[in-house]
């Protein structure tokens, strides 16, 4: 088989590793089998995405919708290199999956509004798949309605008409869409579990995503909250691509 490939822009070693063995958790995959490209430390390069099954892009502390004032010359880079990446992916309609800052990325790439309007605090949150959703052949495997972690400053709020939305939430209503047949994202985050969302939390505390001030609480409603649901979109996605 072809191995997938999961790229990633964390800088905080720790978060990086567990956001990794996560990856190959929930995606079933054996760590040989996920290759791992950290785009924030080396450059995408011209990869040949023949030789993957698929492709995964990770959620990240990058925002797109940031003034271009405001981000680091290696932010700039990696959307640069993602957009190149995201052209080919597209005209090919190769497998991909983008996480949170990959809904951001990809739908900026396909001419989305991705801005403020529909940031969401750091907490489980309610799913439901929409028609096309509940249609579409990943996104049709999970229960029409469903928890998920989010925690997000930026979303779509305008979408183009060929982007097909498959997921909405009370508070932001692009949660997931695909282009074409084979490309997706989500902006909830598939990958993380109670303890993985706490680690998070702890490791974000002071970046605007929640309230510093409400920590405990916090933690204690994520590690109660059951997302095992939401974490079938991995493993639907490498089982439907897996060649």
């Not at 430390?41 to 993957?52: K, M």
């Not at 750091?122 to 469903?146: K, V, Y």
């Amino acid at each position: 088989m072809k191995p997938f490939l999961l790229i990633t822009t964390r800088d905080d070693e720790r978060i990086a590793a567990e956001e990794h063995a996560s990856y190959c958790t929930l995606t079933g995959l054996l760590p040989e089998d996920l290759s791992w490209l950290r785009a924030d430390q080396q450059p995408l390069g011209d990869l040949d995405i023949d030789q993957y099954s698929g492709i995964i892009l990770a959620g990240s502390p990058f925002t797109v919708s940031e003034p271009e004032e405001s981000k680091s010359e290696n932010e700039r880079r990696v959307e640069r290199e993602l957009a190149a990446l995201l052209d080919r992916v597209l005209e090919r309609d190769f497998p991909f999956l983008g996480i949170c800052y990959g809904i951001g990325t990809i739908g900026t790439h396909q001419g989305a509004t991705v801005d403020r309007t529909y940031g969401e605090n750091t907490q489980a949150t309610r799913i439901s798949l929409t028609p096309e959703g509940l249609g579409d052949p990943l996104f049709g495997e999970l229960p029409a309605e469903f928890d998920a972690f989010v925690g997000h400053k930026e979303a779509i709020s305008e979408v183009p008409p060929h982007l097909a939305v498959l997921a909405s939430s009370p508070g932001c209503p692009v949660q997931a869409f695909r282009v074409g047949r084979n490309v997706y994202a989500t902006q909830f985050h598939p990958e993380l579990d109670g303890a993985a969302m706490t680690t998070r939390i702890h490791a974000y505390m002071n970046h605007g995503y929640f309230d510093p001030g409400e920590v405990d609480a916090l933690i204690e409603r994520v590690q109660r909250a059951d997302v095992r649901a939401s974490q079938m979109v991995l493993s639907r996605f490498t089982e439907q691509y897996l060649r």
